[in-house]
């Protein structure tokens, strides 16, 4: 795979022609978009886009799909209800589910769809707030500045705001969200066809995948919710050469960092990461083979895993790249030269490029400690949640401005239902996955650090992990209400053995915490704004921000590309599916499938690429035309858009969705959804039923 | 951790003041040792040292301490043996062994201890055969001339002869070494006192291990064999500031690598090998908890793995350390700038470097082809034989120039002995491992690629990893033996599963190696040949070459050293060896030593570190004093030392040693054994009781 990736509007020496950026909807290239395909979106266009959009859950994108709060997203990223809705018995990731009547919809036990409801820019007010401070001065009222902020948005429980950072800095807007608390499943098909190629598979083209999931968000009053917004479904699907656009949340670019800060990646947090996820991938792999339960509760932890560890490759990859890292040193100097260039603009950001690689120096010597105390050290839900609870009982008794972040006013409401969650807690696997990370944190940190032999005493990481599950009881949702409930007297008496390991560890959690924040991430914030301003000073406003898994648009159209001198083209159809089937998984075609292949129209379109600018967050993103209807369903990038994290290139880079006629076609012939389908389609074509004696 | 790492001899800018090198026995500093320790080796003492040397198995150093065969190496180099001979029933690992008579000492499956008697330099020989060649033909000219001197030197099955690439090409060695290969376990202490600390000590320095195990080459007549050099035992062992040498198997060190191979090193090779090793370790630790049998199979191969992975991370950051790099660099463009002053040396050299990095490219092309076809694409000990008798029953018929390397007339006994190894082969283990190599080698090439679907077919890694694993009778070194003796024939008929899956990827395994052998290897070889040789014109001869896996000496002295601004002391004790212990493994001593405790002396040293340059293979090395008494047992480096692969740093870079007064108080004290005692030191202090009633 070669890579020709040049930074075009990132570094303003040349006018962004490419299908690039992941843009705001208030300030989308309305007119470049017109220029390149002849269609100009008008202010009301991205409005309605915006609000027939959805974020799903904590890392995934939707959206609504009928006026009756139909929602379609992946079946990647509805897995995790899909499976706390299974039991041993009753397996639905295996099996797939379809609700024939909406009665037999199945609430999800901890789920969250929100809509964008509202932007305001608040950066005058920000700016203003901490003019001229630095350090902790500068991190605290950025923080009781955001929490201030939130809070007097966040009027009802229905409403989540959120102050997000965008340009690293250059720019601070308040989102503010409707939140649909009670969804329920509707259809999901089976794991094998959802995900047909599994990880070997993943981030590749020709792909054959049914990536869907159907939900439905529901009223306080136990009602279907209205939707006055919603994509209606195409009737035809994407052409090649169609233009395309994707609204959704892709979770995190790093196209606006520094040479420092790059390097630090490269060098030092993605290698260390993937040498991590890499060991827990083994453990994961073979703690399936303990038996076909374990196989089942450990089913959605491999695919996570899998899915990071092919992504974080390929991000690697693209900062190996000594041809591209020499791209990324060239924008970085030309921008400081014409900084330095100029007395005024030096005087003002001269300094921040050093600054910022000064913090990530000051990082890397604190990162082990900070991993092992405030990161991944001790992992596993039971601790985090007697984190949150130790925490809360400290937090909230202080003044809103001074707490954590993630324990303000305004993050009450998902504090709350994150812990009154019904989701199944899996004792063995927590076992299994915090000896991993004890270990690795004694590995680490050496067995002699001070912390290390507080947190393990005389214990091996496998003992201490087995007397810290089965001494908790915070798998159950009633007790962690009374702890929360109970406040600092509740958890100070309690003798959970979770509550007490987050209670004697957290003075070190917060002094590290403290630390960072002071001496790393505030610098870092302070001098990245100053960085993002001078590229606003000599390169104005036409740019994009880095992705910060808040709504944005993408714009392109269906196009194939070259891979090692091959021509890919652009679609592969549902006929060519089952020339991929071998009988054994990931490429064994469920039940459904083979029984319904003589119906199938073999050339029907099954998947298909764009180049439209999309990150991991961008799962479960509709894929709409100009005429905002539904012409297919995004599921993944291609391997070589794994790079994109650092810079787009429209040569190889695409999105990778499910095409809308093979939504259809499988909902009608295989899994003879009718339901759903006269939902999406009013009036559409009634279900082919196969011929007797077939 | 900080390094100040000055390559002092390598560039030849200054003169090697430092500890540095791995030296041959035909090049060797006397002077400048004398100059700087005052004591200067006489070519009598390096001959008795030579001599007194043994290499241990495939990749392990080893001494002879007694005249009647007593052999000295590390428990974790005489592991594979000790394991072989254990059963469910009888954890020799678990429990230690010691042979109370002779008669009880008890015969490796398969190793092998060898002691280096001649060294020839054929240099001259190989530099006129292969004078003006390139490419294939340089590579054919190569191995048929090794194979011709290797045959000619080999004159019985007790002599083993190598010609050894040192300097990259610029010299031609012919080592001939003596063969015992009736190797005895005679001692071995617990695997928890051994390898006390474990992986999270492993590399790491202060340390507590008794890493020691003794075993006794015998005749063929069956009698102990007859040994006329060996190293006496120091009375008192090692001091601090004391002049030290280490004589040992160096395994590798790439110093000599020119930038383009050490940039491929640090961007393809050794992250993807961490990644590869990351996951075989968090497979194999969790195949441990599979059952008590499970853990007892796997261990030897998780301590293994884990050992490489922390020995690569070492190598990756040491490589990664923007400075270090930078003098690599630097070395190298004063090298080619004085290469290209000349216009006699430019013409001779000028172009080798861009060769190298052009080969290194290739290499990268078809790396991922390689490793699957000809690498570890398919692993597993059955086959490895299946691929050994395929390709034995291909090659002998063949003239001897003409076969491949290893299969040789002169390697002939070597590969027999392989063949008829009785080592037990655990068929579980093999299924596991099988189906992580087939599963990483999808993974890399990619489902549809021609390769895997020629493997798989329509099977899973893990089914078709069953069924080879038991469709095979390779296990058996009678059915190897006769597959063996009865050869193309043989092969051709047998329904073996291995051996017809070794049968059916051996043309693509051999074109993909003949490829890399003439495209990438023989290039690398013939310019890196050149390099050697403008180094030499250059900086002149008083140079040591790269590790090569063969004896060499290192001198030095036992010095503490700094870490993150703290003084390391060279010594530890035995008895602060009781205050890590925690009870819980690894840092839970065996009863032996609880109950020992009272008796021994806590002052008495236990490990130590000295300033000798020595890398991976140097682990049974003895250490001994100028008047090469035994003073200590090598058995790791501390971190530091990891990065030595690149470049040698006095300042921190330390070998750890068993002290050999710990030796003398365990084995006196603790095991209560005094016929070795008696045997290390004729007449030395009888064996103390305790008291009774205590």
Redesign the interface.
């Known amino acids: 795979m070669k890579r020709l990736l040049i930074l075009a509007s990132l570094i303003g020496a040349a006018p962004a022609l490419a299908d690039e950026g992941m843009w705001t909807y208030n300030n989308f290239p309305a007119a470049k978009v017109k220029e390149k395909y002849g269609f100009e979106p008008s202010q009301a266009w991205l409005d309605k886009v915006r609000l027939s959009s959805a974020k799903f859950g904590g890392g995934c994108s939707a959206s609504f799909v009928s006026p009756n709060g139909l929602v379609m997203t992946n079946h990647h990223c509805a897995r995790g209800c899909i499976q706390q809705l299974s039991t041993a018995q009753k397996d639905l990731i295996a099996n797939g589910f379809y609700a024939q009547t909406q009665a037999q919809e199945l609430q999800c036990p901890a789920l969250e769809v929100s809509q964008l409801v509202e932007i305001t820019d608040v950066t005058a007010q920000f700016n203003t707030a901490t003019k001229g401070l630095t350090g902790k001065q500068y991190a605290d009222t950025l923080r009781a500045e955001m929490a201030k902020l939130e809070k007097a948005c966040a009027t009802s429980d229905d409403i989540r705001c959120n102050v997000v950072t965008l340009y690293q800095g250059g720019r601070y807007n308040l989102y503010k969200y409707n939140r649909f608390q009670d969804v329920r499943l509707v259809f999901a098909p089976e794991h094998a066809s959802a995900a047909f190629?599994g990880?070997?598979?993943n981030f590749?083209f020709p792909r054959y995948d049914l990536d869907v999931t159907f939900v439905r968000v529901y009223g306080k009053d136990g009602k279907p919710a209205k939707i006055d917004n919603y994509f209606k479904w195409s009737a035809q699907g994407a052409k090649e050469g169609e233009l395309t656009f994707i609204p959704g949340h892709p979770g995190r670019t790093s196209r606006g960092l520094t040479v420092a800060q790059l390097e630090y990646l490269r060098?030092?947090s993605l290698?260390k990461t993937?040498?991590?996820q890499?060991?827990?991938?083994?453990?994961?792999?073979?703690?399936q083979?303990?038996g076909p339960e374990q196989k089942r509760i450990s089913s959605n932890q491999l695919l996570m895993v899998e899915n990071s560890l092919k992504a974080n490759?390929g991000k690697?990859e693209q900062l190996?790249d000594k041809n591209f890292f020499a791209q990324k040193v060239a924008a970085e100097q030309e921008l400081r030269q014409k900084v330095n260039a100029d007395p005024k603009l030096k005087a003002k950001y001269g300094a921040a490029w050093d600054e910022i690689a000064r913090a990530q120096n000051a990082y890397r010597d604190i990162r082990e400690e900070f991993e092992a105390m405030e990161g991944s050290g001790i992992s596993g839900q039971l601790f985090a949640f007697a984190r949150t609870l130790v925490r809360a009982a400290e937090e909230l008794p202080k003044p809103d401005s001074e707490r954590l972040r993630g324990f303000n006013d305004a993050s009450l409401t998902a504090l709350k239902t994150q812990l009154a969650s019904k989701a199944p807690l899996y004792p063995e696997l927590e076992i299994?996955n915090l000896t991993?990370s004890l270990t690795k944190m004694?590995?680490e940190l050496?067995?002699d650090h001070p912390f290390v032999k507080k947190v393990l005493g005389?214990?091996?990481p496998r003992?201490l992990a087995t007397r810290l599950v089965k001494g908790s009881k915070l798998a159950d949702p009633k007790v962690r209400e009374a702890l929360f409930t109970g406040g600092k007297k509740a958890i100070d008496a309690s003798t959970d053995a979770m509550i007490r390991l987050a209670a004697l560890v957290d003075p070190d959690a917060r002094a590290i915490r403290k630390k960072y924040e002071e001496e790393v991430e505030a610098v870092i914030r302070k001098n990245s704004e100053l960085v993002a301003q001078a590229r606003f000073d000599l390169y104005g406003t036409d740019l994009y921000p880095d992705a910060t898994g808040t709504l944005r648009l993408s714009y392109g159209s269906v196009k194939g590309y070259m891979e090692d001198g091959k021509k890919v083209e652009p679609f592969t159809t549902m006929g060519a599916t089952f020339d991929r089937h071998?009988?054994?998984?990931p490429?064994a075609l469920p039940k459904s499938w083979l029984a319904a292949q003589k119906d199938l129209t073999a050339s029907t379109p099954m998947n298909f690429v764009t180049t439209n600018d999309i990150i991991g967050g961008n799962s479960g993103s509709p894929i709409i035309s100009k005429d905002a209807e539904i012409v297919g369903l995004v599921f993944d990038g291609n391997r070589q858009s794994l790079g994109g994290e650092y810079g787009y290139d429209e040569t190889a880079n695409r999105a990778i969705g499910v095409h809308s006629e093979a939504l259809v076609e499988s909902l009608k012939k295989i899994y003879k959804a009718d339901r759903i389908l006269e939902e999406l389609r009013p009036g559409s074509t009634p279900t082919v039923k196969s011929a007797p004696g077939r």
Chains 1, 2 share one sequence.
């Open positions: 190629g990880d070997p598979d590749e060098d030092v290698p993937l040498f991590r890499s060991e827990f991938r083994g453990m994961t792999t073979e703690f083979n303990r490759k690697l190996s299994a991993f004694r590995e050496g067995p005389k214990e091996s003992a071998t009988g054994e998984d490429f």
